[in-house]
């Protein structure tokens, strides 16, 4: 029982997943401004995860192809959030 605990468990999870957190940290990362202490583990991190994408990517083309799906929910997400925040912005600004 004690080994149990001790060991990480290792979980299956989907390549969009993967990839939909890849995408968010790379939005994240060029938004938010890091303590110099945590640019090495976010650096790392995005790192291993696109060698993983990237793997797989190769051996699955239809995975890129829902790859790049989600890569296009996530920027029209973005556009349509840029674009209702200004349009808030413009309409307090008419007040």
Do not use: C
Request: positive net charge.
């Amino acid at each position: 029982m004690d080994q149990e605990l001790k060991q990480e468990p290792i979980l299956g999870v989907k390549y969009s997943f993967l990839s939909t957190i890849y995408y968010i940290l790379l939005k994240a990362n060029s938004k938010i401004h890091w303590d110099p202490e945590d640019l090495v583990t976010v650096g790392m991190m995005i790192r291993d995860l696109n060698s993983i994408l990237e793997k797989y990517s190769k051996k699955e083309p239809e995975i890129h192809k829902e790859e790049e799906v989600i890569k296009k929910e996530v920027i029209k997400k973005e556009i349509k959030k840029e674009v209702t925040k200004r349009v808030k912005k413009k309409d307090e600004s008419k007040s």
